[in-house]
């Protein structure tokens, strides 16, 4: 009798753990998108002009110095890309990217405070570029790419949109507070943004 009941409720318990599965595996995509929106990379490479810009009215520095901030991005992000990588092997991309966009926040709302001259400037995007490296794609998508074997590249480039999305929104979003008070609000801004998707990258990225 236990044979019977345990075999007609069988297919039950089947259908039940590929839903779960199927809800793990959208929260991953889900995570990622919110993450590549608010990811270093992204608000780097979309919000910089801007504050390049700002920087330029308010304090006369050259675009050629300013722009030293977009090369060491650049370069922290190269160098450190496949370090990263191997960390979010080890620990896990969810503790990863929700400790590495942590800190990312914080650098942000410092930043306005530790700015005083253009050496100061390009130490705090150094160091705001290597706090955010954990945010990076190859730590976002890892959990995606692990959960997905049929429709993968479909579930990928679901996840990458944040990327876009990220481009629409980062530039409207710093043009919009500096305007409403200076480039000091624009990082502050910037920063709690990723506070608050820090969580989030927490509870969606780690492992079941």
């Given amino acids: 009798?236990?044979?019977?009941?345990?075999?007609?409720l069988s297919p039950i318990r089947g259908w039940l753990k590929e839903v779960a599965q199927n809800r793990?595996?959208?929260?991953?995509?889900?995570g990622a998108m919110l993450g590549f929106v608010a990811c270093m990379p992204t608000v780097l490479t979309y919000s910089?002009?801007?504050?390049?810009?700002?920087?330029?009215?308010?304090?006369?520095?050259?675009?050629?110095?300013?722009?030293?901030?977009?090369s060491l991005f650049t370069l922290i992000?190269?160098?450190g890309s496949t370090p990263v990588g191997r960390l979010a092997d080890s620990l896990g991309a969810?503790?990863?990217?929700?400790?590495?966009?942590l800190a990312f926040?914080?650098?942000l709302i410092m930043l306005p405070v530790v700015v005083h001259d253009l050496v100061s400037l390009w130490i705090a995007y150094a160091v705001i570029s290597a706090l955010g490296l954990g945010t990076s794609p190859v730590v976002i998508l890892a959990p995606v790419v692990a959960a997905f074997t049929a429709r993968r590249g479909l579930a990928v480039?679901?996840?990458?949109?944040?990327?876009g999305a990220g481009a629409m929104l980062v530039p409207l979003v710093v043009t919009a507070l500096i305007a409403a008070g200076s480039w000091r609000?624009?990082?502050?801004?910037?920063?709690?943004?990723?506070?608050?998707?820090?969580?989030?990258?927490?509870l969606s990225l780690r492992a079941p």
């Fill in 1 to 8: 009798m236990d044979n019977q009941a345990s075999a007609a």
């Fill in 24 to 30: 793990r595996r959208l929260a991953f995509v889900a």
């Fill in 48 to 70: 910089t002009g801007v504050f390049i810009s700002a920087f330029e009215r308010t304090y006369g520095w050259s675009r050629a110095d300013t722009s030293l901030c977009w």
């Fill in 77 to 79: 992000l190269f160098l």
């Fill in 94 to 101: 969810g503790r990863v990217a929700s400790a590495s966009m």
């Fill in 105 to 107: 926040g914080v650098s």
């Fill in 157 to 163: 480039g679901v996840a990458v949109c944040g990327a």
């Fill in 185 to 202: 609000l624009g990082y502050v801004g910037l920063g709690i943004v990723a506070l608050l998707v820090a969580p989030v990258l927490w």
